[in-house]
């Protein structure tokens, strides 16, 4: 039956056109040089990091089996459920190119301050600073610095403006939302599995001395 075909296309074409408008979103901030706001990034990710997922969820929930009786799953649901899983995974990998060893070990160190980019966890130290008057986040992150002193040095700035700890509890409160949304759709030890493995907790982060 190829009468969902075109369902298919269009559903196709506006995820992506959503998900290449948000990475769209992401480069014309760092090249600009210009700073979202907490809500504008959030939106940002939800269409970068979920666009995709969010194609899938929905291609899944067309071709359901018309036998499926279970309401608790409908897309007002599913959508929570990707936002959810989006902003904890975009809001831990911009945590973990500052300040994991491991990530640093295998990629480089704070390739984010190198390339520029506005990351969630640079947007809010460049908020907390243009409240204090200060702007010495925004001006390194103009450098596009490859000196590991430097970038040494903006990682304790965003540590001392508390950056490192609230994030670190985002994503907590991210990981146990994740975990009441798999419980409250039946459990599925997969998900919940590669929920774990993405904790927060199990990031070795770089001393900051």
């Not at 074409?13 to 809500?39: E, F, K, M, N």
């Not at 036998?67 to 599913?78: A, N």
């Not at 409250?184 to 993405?198: A, H, T």
Request: with cysteine.
């Amino acid at each position: 039956n190829w009468r969902g075909v075109p369902v298919v296309d269009r559903l196709e074409a506006v995820v992506s056109t959503q998900s290449t408008g948000g990475q769209g979103l992401d480069i014309y901030w760092r090249d600009h040089y210009i700073c979202p706001s907490i809500d504008q990034y959030t939106d940002m990710v939800l269409k970068k990091t979920g666009g995709l997922m969010l194609l899938a969820f929905e291609l899944m929930f067309l071709f359901r089996t018309k036998h499926s009786t279970d309401q608790r799953f409908d897309k007002k649901s599913g959508h929570a459920f990707i936002a959810t899983f989006s902003r904890m995974f975009q809001i831990r990998d911009d945590f973990c190119n500052l300040w994991d060893s491991k990530y640093a070990a295998n990629k480089s160190y704070c390739e984010d301050l190198t390339e520029g980019k506005f990351s969630w966890v640079i947007v809010q130290g460049i908020l907390k600073e243009q409240q204090a008057g200060r702007s010495q986040i925004i001006a390194i992150l103009k450098q596009r610095t490859t000196d590991d002193a430097i970038k040494k040095h903006c990682c304790k700035l965003l540590e001392s403006l508390g950056v490192l700890a609230e994030t670190r509890e985002t994503l907590l409160e991210l990981e146990a939302d994740m975990h009441r949304q798999i419980d409250y759709f039946g459990g599925n030890e997969l998900f919940s599995k590669i929920v774990d493995q993405l904790s927060i907790r199990r990031v070795d982060i770089i001393p900051s001395s």
